[in-house]
């Protein structure tokens, strides 16, 4: 069955850091582009950062610029969200989506199913 898992979430105090993994299994991610979004309670689900299939283009959302990146390991089939200076707006349900080329991030060929981020003291 293929599906991606999140991993890495859990409760951090604001200044911290978390490292999420997005590890796809039933298919190999060589050739998707992944995206990192995120939803808080009562608001919409929101775009992080994506990465392309090679590494060569990656994206931020303004409000995380210089604190977050995103990374890829084709070879253990996985993205990585490498999350600093975490603060309170930054409390979310984090999920991964793999897209293949052409397909809209609105409709990406598969989503993880979350973990949570909780930034608080």
């Known amino acids: 069955q293929a599906q991606l898992v999140e991993s890495g979430g859990g409760l951090v105090q604001p200044g911290g850091s978390l490292r999420l993994s997005c590890t796809a299994s039933?298919?190999?991610?060589?050739?998707?582009?992944i995206g990192w979004f995120r939803q808080a309670p009562g608001k919409e689900r929101e775009p992080v950062s994506c990465?392309?299939?090679?590494?060569?283009?990656?994206y931020y959302a303004d409000s995380v610029k210089g604190r977050f990146t995103i990374s890829r390991d084709n070879a253990k089939n996985t993205v990585y969200l490498q999350m600093n200076s975490l603060n309170a707006e930054d409390t979310a349900v984090y999920y991964c989506?793999?897209?293949?080329?052409?397909?809209?991030?609105?409709?990406?060929?598969?989503w993880g199913q979350g973990t949570q981020v909780t930034v608080s003291s």
């Open positions: 039933g298919f190999t991610l060589d050739y998707y582009g």
């Open positions: 989506a793999a897209r293949s080329p052409g397909r809209p991030w609105l409709h990406p060929d598969y």
């Open positions: 990465i392309t299939y090679n590494s060569d283009t990656t």
